[in-house]
């Protein structure tokens, strides 16, 4: 197929109420594993099948962006070993990925402090992001040491500065103006967030985009997620009503 082509997959999803934006907390590698008396590791190798397994899905229904949280700014007090293991894992997928994301027209795009990440895996991120940039189908964003609130703070101090000196006008500091400051400035918020293993918890993701944004959570653990689930969880969706602080009718 083609990949300008809409989607034909057979998921009886009403193509015109399809999330513009979805969002994915991606947790519970570690308890997968554990669960089989496994390294964790393991259980982030598996995890990053199912990564494989839902962009693709995302590409065949034509969702238009998906956005994974891959790596928190907390995650980065977890032992050396298992960071180490991550980063890793970061460079082998995009390395393997990267005829997958040219073949199918995905432009690849990382929000957070990528320039935490080790040299190596920045530069090949750098690289498939350049190699990709022009790609108009499906956009990828992997949230790579990415925390909320230090995107808040980045965005202050930008907007602080540019006031400073005297390029805006504080009386004109709207929502748009600090939606355009984030790492998503020029992405829609999410439509729709799922988070994976039961957690009822944010854990510091998008908190500024996500006011509207429809929440599912699942006890699937990410390595077990797959797109069957994926599809139920977008035709609930799809008969949820989004009201926006408005009455129904
Ligand atoms: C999500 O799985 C992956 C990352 C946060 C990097 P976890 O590693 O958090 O798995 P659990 O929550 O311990 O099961
Ligand atoms: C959130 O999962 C971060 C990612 C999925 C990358 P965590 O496992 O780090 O979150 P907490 O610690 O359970 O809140
Ligand atoms: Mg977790």
């Not at 999330?19 to 308890?31: E, K, L, Q, T, Y």
């Not at 082998?92 to 690849?108: A, C, Q, W």
């Not at 202050?156 to 748009?176: F, M, N, R, W, Y």
């Not at 996500?210 to 035709?235: H, M, R």
Request: hydrophobic letters at 35%; proline letters at 4%.
């Amino acid at each position: 197929m083609n990949s300008n082509t809409p989607s034909v997959v057979s998921t009886d999803l009403n193509p015109e109420k399809l999330p513009a934006h979805v969002a994915i907390i991606m947790d519970g590698n570690g308890r997968w594993a554990k669960k089989r008396l496994l390294n964790r590791i393991k259980g982030h190798e598996k995890g990053s099948e199912t990564v494989r397994t839902i962009v693709r899905t995302c590409r065949e229904i034509g969702i238009p962006i998906l956005t994974l949280y891959a790596f928190s700014t907390e995650n980065w007090q977890r032992p050396k070993s298992e960071v180490t293991a991550l980063m890793s894992l970061l460079k082998k997928f995009l390395e393997s990925e990267k005829t997958e994301m040219l073949d199918n027209n995905i432009r690849l795009n990382a929000i957070g402090q990528t320039e935490r990440l080790p040299e190596n895996v920045r530069k090949t991120l750098y690289k498939t992001m350049d190699l990709t940039k022009k790609n108009d189908g499906l956009r990828l964003n992997l949230a790579l040491s990415y925390g909320g609130r230090s995107e808040i703070l980045r965005m202050v101090k930008q907007i602080a500065i540019k006031v400073k000196d005297g390029h805006i006008d504080p009386d004109l500091i709207t929502s748009e103006l600090i939606s355009e400051h984030l790492y998503t400035g020029d992405m829609p918020d999410p439509d729709l967030l799922i988070r994976t293993s039961g957690e009822m918890r944010i854990s510091n993701f998008l908190l500024w985009q996500i006011a509207y944004t429809e929440i599912c959570i699942t006890d699937t653990l990410w390595p077990d997620f797959g797109k069957d689930e994926f599809v139920q969880i977008l035709k609930d969706y799809q008969r949820r009503e989004r009201r926006f602080g408005r009455t129904g009718s």
